[in-house]
């Protein structure tokens, strides 16, 4: 046990002496053009307007090309942004894109690709349906390397970035979370491969992990305890307890409401990411308070991962109600 924390302490220490010299590096300067999936709200709507104003050409994406994110986005930049038609579920939207952009890359290429497309929910596993789970997976993951497998060529040739939006759920294993847990650690294992592959054409891959940031983006899907009730059938209603479905509504609720309220920390990473000479791996963004424990989390071992959770009134409270009427 000592030896693990020794071990522990020492990639830490290591972990800051690289953040901080990685601080003093020199930075890319606009010329190529960057695509950003979901640009409709949240991360990568604050991103295309912050690469536009520092001169990147910037293609993009967005759900719905007429909706209101995507025209603020277009009242607001100049030519050097274009909106895209890009869902990322689908084959066709990704060959169109591509072709646009093609046809109106500037002489430097693109520069990279920003993997930002993505939703969130929550549910107890027994409280989904394997539809739920596929389509959690299907954009947050073959909706990232759907556009990766098609861009790359084009990145490769620019010598540039792939960056993908993870969260720390592809690592911290926290109850309600389970699909979207499943979508952010294959991402994040596709992105780990990629990486090790691309390094040779001098490609650089990040992963960004942001915590809890519900309140800056609206990514979190409302709903509440009696819409989960209804879903589940007779047999499952015989061991979940509905009044826990709503008090665990409640307490999910409030805690991402209590998250980061504007998405700062998550735009100056990705900007360091697509600008820095020397991006990091990995941009964790969580609170002051609560880096070390996301540092040192990974590293432990899994009786003392899950023993987190034995801490939680939440979870104390599941098994007092579970079969109770």
Same mark, same amino acid.
């Given at each position: 046990?000592?030896? *693990?924390?020794?071990?522990?302490?020492?990639?830490?220490?290591?972990?800051?002496?690289?953040? *901080?010299?990685?601080?003093?590096?020199?930075?890319?300067?606009?010329?190529?053009?960057?695509?950003?999936?979901?640009?409709?709200?949240?991360?990568?709507?604050?991103?295309?307007?912050?690469?536009?104003?520092?001169?990147?050409?910037?293609?993009?994406?967005?759900?719905?090309?007429?909706?209101?994110?995507?025209?603020?986005?277009?009242?607001?930049?100049?030519?050097? *942004?274009?909106?895209?038609?890009?869902?990322?579920?689908?084959?066709?939207?990704?060959?169109?894109?591509?072709?646009?952009?093609?046809?109106?890359?500037?002489?430097?290429?693109?520069?990279?690709?920003?993997?930002?497309?993505?939703?969130?929910?929550?549910?107890?596993?027994?409280?989904?349906?394997?539809?739920?789970?596929?389509?959690?997976?299907?954009?947050?993951?073959?909706?990232?390397?759907?556009?990766?497998?098609?861009?790359?060529?084009?990145?490769?040739?620019?010598?540039?970035?792939?960056?993908?939006?993870?969260?720390?759920?592809?690592?911290?294993?926290?109850?309600?979370?389970?699909?979207?847990?499943?979508?952010?650690?294959?991402?994040?294992?596709?992105?780990?491969?990629?990486?090790?592959?691309?390094?040779?054409?001098?490609?650089?891959?990040?992963?960004?992990?942001?915590?809890?940031?519900?309140?800056?983006?609206?990514?979190?899907?409302?709903?509440?305890?009696?819409?989960?009730?209804?879903?589940?059938?007779?047999?499952?209603?015989?061991?979940?307890?509905?009044?826990?479905?709503?008090?665990?509504?409640?307490?999910?609720?409030?805690?991402?409401?209590?998250?980061?309220?504007?998405?700062?920390?998550?735009?100056?990473?990705?900007?360091?990411?697509?600008?820095?000479?020397?991006?990091?791996?990995?941009?964790?963004?969580?609170?002051?308070?609560?880096?070390?424990?996301?540092?040192?989390?990974?590293?432990?071992?899994?009786?003392?991962?899950?023993?987190?959770?034995?801490?939680?009134?939440?979870?104390?409270?599941?098994?007092?109600?579970?079969?109770?009427?």
């Amino acid at each position: 046990m000592i030896g *693990l924390l020794c071990f522990v302490a020492v990639l830490l220490v290591a972990v800051v002496v690289l953040s *901080l010299f990685s601080r003093h590096r020199s930075h890319v300067q606009p010329g190529g053009a960057i695509l950003i999936t979901g640009c409709d709200s949240g991360f990568g709507h604050h991103l295309a307007g912050s690469l536009e104003r520092r001169g990147f050409v910037v293609f993009a994406g967005c759900l719905y090309p007429d909706g209101t994110g995507a025209q603020s986005l277009v009242s607001q930049s100049s030519r050097n *942004l274009k909106i895209l038609k890009l869902d990322v579920t689908k084959d066709e939207d990704v060959k169109r894109a591509k072709a646009v952009i093609q046809e109106n890359l500037p002489e430097e290429g693109l520069w990279a690709v920003v993997n930002n497309a993505g939703i969130s929910d929550w549910s107890e596993i027994e409280w989904s349906s394997i539809e739920d789970f596929q389509h959690m997976v299907d954009i947050n993951l073959f909706g990232a390397i759907r556009t990766s497998i098609a861009f790359l060529p084009l990145v490769r040739a620019a010598k540039g970035r792939m960056v993908y939006v993870s969260s720390i759920f592809s690592f911290f294993n926290c109850l309600n979370m389970a699909a979207y847990s499943v979508s952010k650690r294959g991402l994040e294992a596709f992105a780990d491969c990629l990486r090790v592959e691309v390094e040779s054409f001098d490609v650089k891959v990040s992963i960004i992990q942001p915590g809890n940031f519900g309140p800056a983006t609206n990514i979190l899907k409302m709903k509440t305890g009696f819409d989960m009730w209804k879903k589940l059938d007779d047999e499952k209603k015989q061991t979940f307890n509905r009044q826990y479905m709503q008090l665990a509504s409640d307490y999910f609720m409030s805690t991402c409401r209590a998250g980061f309220k504007d998405t700062t920390p998550v735009i100056e990473a990705m900007l360091h990411a697509l600008t820095s000479a020397r991006p990091k791996r990995r941009y964790l963004l969580v609170s002051k308070t609560d880096m070390l424990f996301f540092r040192l989390y990974p590293f432990l071992p899994s009786i003392f991962t899950d023993s987190v959770f034995q801490l939680s009134s939440m979870y104390a409270k599941r098994k007092e109600m579970l079969y109770a009427q």
